[in-house]
């Protein structure tokens, strides 16, 4: 009787064991998870940024061509 409890208080303990070792491994899954997501979100934001500068560049040749082309006695609102 004594012995078959002690197996049953071993088992118990493998089993807390394992549940603490599971429950760990979800926490380094969550935390990986987050760390991606906190990895893509700077890439998107990144990609935006790039896109931002990308436009802002195009702004600025518009206009540099628009005043040339007002230089030349072109209106350029009145193109097209």
């Known amino acids: 009787m004594a012995q078959q409890q ?18 760990q491994q979800q926490a380094r899954l969550a935390q990986q998870r987050a760390e991606q997501e906190a990895q893509r979100a700077q890439q998107e934001a990144l990609r935006a940024e790039v896109e931002s500068q990308r436009a ?3 702004a600025q040749r518009a206009q540099k061509l628009a005043q040339r082309l007002r230089e030349l006695g072109i209106d350029p609102d009145n193109l097209g």
């Open 56 to 58: 802002e560049g195009e």
């Open 6 to 23: 002690l197996r049953f208080a071993q088992r118990q303990a493998l089993i807390a064991q394992q549940a603490t070792q599971l429950a």
